[in-house]
């Protein structure tokens, strides 16, 4: 949320009121901003590179109780927070941290679920580097940024562990408005669930077998472990939200269907999940995938476990991931897994411009990932049968900046090179899911295929449908998509109110 | 969970499960198909849907006995649950009037060509269904298909897909006598697909096969069924699983479809041996 929204929104006087309350003032008391100030970051203990890379158990281990509270000591609880206005969903960060180093744990994760209904993940997978921590005034400074994503995640882990089942309540009188939520990534849970709290009847519809969009199918458990999901999802559905799988919208029904079955409002969160390719000779070779095909393969179907499941996966020596985000290093680091001795990275940008969290790229190169930027393939080679044996790469040098403000990688003429590999992943991006998207009448959609919203709303061109996370944005992140979700819930229950 | 109501054997390789599945039913077209899992460690299969009832809300599988996933699926019995089942997936068939059409099936192709049948009959063509199979005893669903066409007939070869002569005489007669004869549509084994295509090319007569690549989710999203078809790439999930048999790339199709056959081997081969032990 920016300052200005948060001004607007009355935030601003909230987090001042629960700053002056006396137990916070006690705290701020208790030690100096000057001490405070010397404690150094503490760091994430985490599985050792040796072992980690061959086993699929999260990397971070989680700070313990006494650590979390070390770690939340660092924060002055500042009377003008910057950390607040870089987390897309504002939360009470100040509050939160503060109840942590006062041992209230339970309480600091309720003020984080007033504006954030998956902690437990977002602790794990947002990139805090560019959000929240980059705006925390330790940085201003000159020390480094509390470690919020750390204390997030510990707070929600640690009351998990707790003997007491977390109780939520809905709040808002029962309403007998149906809704219906399609996709159950993100955005759609989080729309899911502010309208549940609300007191909304609300179904999520989800195509595949599993609810959480790329939470279930892409991002690994070395990183996101499923039960830590499971745990978050079933808190939602808690709440009384139906979540209905194996049920494609636009297929198994349309949304015309579904409005005579009855529903009245629609959110469309279905995601970008349509993976990109770059058309060069030798792509569809045997061996050369998607990393959805790759990481769905292992994630949703659990092929690391082939043959106990029956999914199989590309087992190999060599691996080739094409790209630089966090699906790259998803995808390399889960080959790496998988007993591949090379994984490598091939990135037409430079170390820079990866847009891939930090704390991935310092993972994957502590697990001895080969990065190689400024490269690109342009063919594919492969064998008699029709199986990906190599690649043919160029090197490229950064030109000029493009429109997204990053130096525009130009091809050096006669630096192709060859590498071997018997499996490519490619991983540089992905587009709105176009199923159901393109078959709704009169639905305004942008240039890449993405909806068009009412950034203020989240309302689409038709009256009644909204739509937020990946479908609108195209591949951004997973609080982006939670934040649109928020938006959205509001604005839906709104209009229900209205007419 | 999805319940079974029904499992029978339809020939000796062949069976039928038929399942609850109101929403699918009621959404079904001819020429789609659901996604499988038979179980919790199972994998997402793609069969077509060979019939439905929207009154019952059932539909009907029909599969052959190959691997893993098809052999888990002939043992559900009534009464048990499949994991998931979700659809209808893919685009349904092109069905308009077109005069004459030729459905060929072969294997499970007898009966997801079945609905294929009823439909184009329904527009007001003329519907040939020629069956392929090893012999007799492999043909099913003859009455049913017999229903809702003009004329069935029947390609038995003596072994496995010896040369496709018996099924070229047969088109090529068919094309001689029945000058309106337009459209062809194949629905079966891969070779099955490549065979007739070879023929009709020569034949200049259009024809739509229903691909079957190896596929992950069947959504659209992750690019497993990539095909070539006219040099550009499609997803058979999304964008098929009907594309023009002269326009395919065929050697890259057959290529993809045994990307995975050493595991397949493996699964088959250590499922099997628990069901000795
Ligand atoms: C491998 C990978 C790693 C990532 N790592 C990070 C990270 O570390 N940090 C971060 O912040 N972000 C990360 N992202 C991006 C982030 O996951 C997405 O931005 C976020 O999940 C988008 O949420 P969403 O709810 O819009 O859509 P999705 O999570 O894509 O969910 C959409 C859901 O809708 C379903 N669906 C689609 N169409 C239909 C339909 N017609 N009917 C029913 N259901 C449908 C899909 O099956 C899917 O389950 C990563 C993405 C990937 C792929
Ligand atoms: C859209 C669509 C619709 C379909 N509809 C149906 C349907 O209605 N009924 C049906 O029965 N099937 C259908 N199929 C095909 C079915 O999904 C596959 O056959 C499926 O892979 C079977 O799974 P399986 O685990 O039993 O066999 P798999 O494990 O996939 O393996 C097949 C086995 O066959 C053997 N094999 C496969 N290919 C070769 C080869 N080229 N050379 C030698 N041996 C080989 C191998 O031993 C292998 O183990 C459909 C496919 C698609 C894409
Ligand atoms: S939700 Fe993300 S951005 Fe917001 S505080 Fe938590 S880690 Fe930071
Ligand atoms: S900006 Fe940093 S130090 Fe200040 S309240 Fe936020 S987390 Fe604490
Ligand atoms: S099976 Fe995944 S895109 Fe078709």
Redesign the pocket.
């Known amino acids: 949320m920016s300052k200005e929204d948060i001004i607007e929104s009355g935030l601003r006087e909230k987090l001042a009121g629960r700053r002056r309350q006396e137990w916070r003032k006690a705290l701020r008391q208790e030690v100096s901003g000057r001490i405070r100030l010397q404690i150094p970051r503490h760091k994430m203990p985490e599985q050792p590179p040796a072992r980690r890379i061959a086993n699929f158990l999260e990397v971070n281990l989680g700070y313990s109780l006494d650590i979390a509270r070390e770690e939340a000591r660092r924060c002055l609880d500042c009377g003008e927070p910057g950390c607040v206005s870089g987390c897309p969903v504002a939360i009470d960060i100040p509050t939160f941290i503060k109840y942590v180093e006062a041992g209230e744990i339970d309480l600091a994760l309720s003020t984080i679920r007033e504006t954030n209904c998956l902690p437990a993940i977002c602790g794990r997978v947002c990139p805090q580097e560019v959000q929240c921590e980059k705006n925390c005034n330790l940085v201003k400074a000159g020390k480094e940024p509390v470690a919020i994503g750390h204390l997030e995640r510990f707070a929600a882990d640690y009351v998990r562990q707790q003997e007491e089942p977390v109780t939520v309540s809905t709040c808002g009188q029962a309403r007998s408005e149906k809704i219906a939520v399609i996709g159950s990534g993100p955005a759609g849970l989080t729309v899911a669930a502010d309208l549940a709290h609300l007191g909304h009847q609300v179904t999520v519809f989800e195509g595949l077998h599993l609810p959480g969009g790329v939470l279930t199918y892409g991002i690994p458990e070395f990183r996101l472990p499923r039960f830590i999901l499971n745990q978050e999802i079933k808190l939602i559905s808690d709440l009384g939200v139906e979540i209905k799988t194996n049920f494609l919208v636009g297929r198994t029904a349309t949304l015309s269907d579904l409005s005579q079955a009855g529903y009245r409002a629609f959110f469309v969160g279905t995601g970008a999940g349509l993976p990109s390719f770059m058309a060069i000779p030798g792509e569809n070779l045997a061996g050369v995938c998607s990393a959805n095909e790759y990481l769905t393969r292992v994630n949703l179907m659990k092929a690391a476990r082939f043959p106990e499941y029956?999914t199989p996966v590309p087992v190999v020596k060599k691996a080739a991931v094409i790209g630089g985000g966090n699906v790259a290093m998803d995808a390399v680091r889960t080959a790496l897994r998988l007993g591949a001795t090379k994984a490598s990275i091939y990135y037409r940008r430079s170390r820079i411009e990866m847009p891939a969290r930090v704390e991935e790229v310092k993972h994957a190169e502590e697990e001895g990932i080969e990065f190689n930027f400024l490269t690109v393939p342009v063919r594919y080679l492969g064998n008699d049968k029709g199986r990906l044996t190599g690649m043919v790469l160029q090197r490229l040098t950064l030109g000029e900046p493009d429109a997204s403000g990053r130096r525009r990688p130009v091809p050096i003429p006669g630096s192709e090179f060859e590498v071997e590999a018997e499996l490519a992943v490619v991983a540089i991006g992905q587009s709105p899911n176009p199923l159901l998207i393109r078959q709704v009448e009169g639905l305004q959609l942008g240039r890449w295929g993405n909806v068009e919203v009412d950034p203020s709303t989240m309302a689409t061109s038709l009256e009644g449908i909204y739509a937020g996370g990946d479908a609108v944005r195209g591949g951004a992140t997973v609080i982006l998509a939670m934040g649109d979700g928020r938006k959205a819930a509001r604005a839906i229950d709104q209009w229900l109110r209205r007419c | 969970m999805t319940r079974v109501l029904l499992s029978e054997r339809l020939v000796p390789n062949?069976f039928r499960l038929v399942i609850e599945a109101p929403e699918i039913a009621r959404s079904a077209r001819p020429g789609q198909?659901v996604m499988v899992i038979p179980d919790e460690k199972g994998?997402r299969?793609?069969?077509?849907l060979?019939d439905w009832d929207r009154d019952r809300g059932t539909i009907d599988?029909?599969?052959?006995?190959?691997?893993?996933?098809?052999?888990?699926?002939a043992r559900f019995k009534p009464g048990d649950s499949l994991q998931a089942v979700s659809g209808p997936?893919?685009r349904p068939a092109e069905t308009g009037c077109s005069g004459h059409v030729l459905l060929v099936g072969g294997?499970?192709?007898l009966?997801?060509l079945y609905p294929l049948a009823r439909e184009f009959k329904k527009m007001g063509n003329r519907v040939t269904f020629l069956a392929e199979a090893r012999d007799e005893n492999y043909i099913f669903w003859e009455e049913k298909a017999r229903k809702v066409s003009d004329n069935y007939w029947k390609a038995l070869r003596a072994d496995c897909f010896a040369s496709g002569e018996e099924l070229e005489e047969i088109i090529k007669r068919l094309k001689n006598n029945s000058p309106d004869l337009s459209r062809v549509v194949v629905m079966g084994c891969?070779y099955l697909l490549y065979v007739v295509s070879t023929i009709t090319r020569e034949l200049n007569l259009k024809t739509m096969v229903?691909?079957?690549?190896?596929?992950v989710d069947?959504t659209g999203m992750c690019g497993a069924?990539r095909v070539s078809v006219n040099g550009q790439t499609y997803f058979?999930?999304v964008d098929?699983?009907e594309f023009d048999g002269h326009a395919v790339d065929w050697p890259e199709y057959?290529n993809r479809?045994?990307a995975?056959?050493r595991q397949?081997?493996l699964?088959?081969a250590l499922f099997l041996n628990r069901m000795l032990d």
């Open positions: 029956d | 062949i198909f994998e299969v793609p069969i077509n060979a599988l029909v599969f052959m006995n190959l691997g893993l996933s098809t052999r888990k699926l997936l893919g294997c499970y192709g009966a997801g891969s229903n691909l079957n690549p190896i596929m069947g069924c058979a999930c098929g699983p057959f479809r045994r995975f056959l397949e081997e699964s088959l």
